[in-house]
Nanobody, 120 residues
């Protein structure tokens, strides 16, 4: 059984910062792509940032230059440092990871989400 648990969300004023963390646990053989997604009320879930197992990153245009994704492979953890937050960043943030539980089994897993609210 694999589980992703996010933390670090909260309420912050515009211009502030937050750091999200997501820890994967369970029967893990290898973690490939990891990423952060967000979903605002009434909107679809969109990708925020992704990072490969060797550290190659990709960002949504709306967060480039403000957010930084990183990971610690030894701890099965992915982070999202969010700076210069704007009210439009308010959303439920989800962690996603492509996890191999054996050499022949791989699938995507989602965390339960952590709320980020940015006040103006």
């Amino acid at each position: 059984q694999v589980q992703l648990v996010e933390s670090g969300g909260g309420l912050v004023q515009a211009g502030g910062s937050l750091r999200l963390s997501c820890v994967a646990s369970g029967s893990i053989f290898r973690i490939n792509l990891m990423g952060w997604y967000r979903q605002a009320p009434g909107k679809q879930r969109d990708v925020v940032a992704t990072i490969t197992s060797i550290g190659a990153t990709n960002y949504a245009d709306s967060v480039k230059g403000r957010f930084t994704i990183s990971r610690d492979n030894a701890k099965n953890t992915v982070y999202l440092q969010m700076n210069s937050l704007k009210p439009e960043d308010t959303a439920l943030y989800y962690c996603n990871a492509d996890i191999m539980t054996s050499t022949w089994s791989s699938r995507g897993y989602w965390g339960q989400g952590t709320q980020v609210t940015v006040s103006s």
